[in-house]
């Protein structure tokens, strides 16, 4: 699929779900469709309790796969950088690590997600963060001028993957650091669903072989890259939450049986994944 037609797709799946406040990344895919279990699905990729109390309402729409904050070691002062930020979810986790004297930034580019995650920081009263269009792929961040970059399922979605990394580079401090959660494949999948438009807005046909997204990393300049976890998609938890009706809609506009959904599932992990710009 043309790159751009892929930014097209995503920049519409995620205006739609800005608008509605529905789970995820489109209403018709397995991983991204199920409006109110955003809470479920969080916790079951490693958000507490607490963390899910401490955001304002409407700011978790169940987008993620992991917790880079959590894994970030996030400091006091620290100013640290969210691509894709969505609703502000993990920007909002980050503010309260750094604190008043540190700065968080968040990137999308989906103004509709910028104005709901603007308003969401309004509301919970969160001065320290603040909110950017852009795309992964050109920052609008200064060189040199960020601690941390964290960014949750989301750079999976970009066709340029290289670049994305150059500019995680680009914009650290010597020092920092980066702490992603992220979707990789173990083995490559049939080109008539990287061909799928629901797959691409899924989070799945965009992302990249393990040792590919590796290659990319440390092509970028980073060092000291570690896999921190690694986790199997929650396909049976996705199949649980789901209706009879709505898991065959769902296989029927992926042109998927459900053992080709299940053999797919066993080819996608969730990585949690660290590197470091050395001085």
Do not use: W
């Amino acid at each position: 699929m043309d790159p751009k037609d892929v930014k097209k797709l995503v920049k519409e799946g995620y205006s739609e779900v800005a608008g509605t406040g529905h789970s995820g990344c489109s209403k018709k895919n397995p991983c991204c469709s199920l409006s109110g279990i955003a809470e479920d699905i969080s916790r079951e990729i490693g958000y507490s309790d607490k963390e899910l109390n401490a955001i304002p309402q409407g700011a978790n729409l169940g987008l993620g796969c992991g917790n880079p904050a959590a894994i970030a070691s996030l400091k006091p002062g620290e100013t640290v950088l969210d691509l894709g930020s969505g609703a502000g979810f993990d920007c909002f986790l980050a503010s309260e690590k750094v604190r008043s004297e540190g700065r968080v930034i968040g990137v999308d580019m989906t103004p509709e997600m910028i104005e709901r995650a603007e308003k969401n920081a309004r509301d919970g009263e969160f001065g320290n963060v603040e909110f950017k269009l852009g795309e992964i792929e050109k920052l609008p961040i200064a060189s040199d001028s960020i601690d941390v970059v964290v960014s949750n399922c989301v750079i999976n979605l970009s066709p340029s993957k290289d670049k994305v990394f150059r500019e995680i580079f680009r914009v650290l401090k010597k020092g920092g650091r980066f702490a992603i959660s992220d979707i990789v494949l173990l083995k490559d999948i049939p080109d008539r669903f990287r061909e799928s438009a629901e797959a691409y807005i899924s989070c799945i046909a965009g992302a990249a072989l393990k040792a590919d997204y590796l290659g990319a990393i440390k092509n970028a300049g980073f060092q000291d890259v570690e896999i921190l976890d690694e986790t199997g998609y929650p396909f049976d938890l996705i199949v649980e939450m789901l209706s009879p009706e709505e898991m065959d809609a769902i296989l029927d506009d992926m042109n998927l049986s459900m053992q080709e959904a299940e053999e797919l599932a066993d080819s996608v992990i969730s990585i949690e994944i660290s590197g470091i710009k050395m001085p």
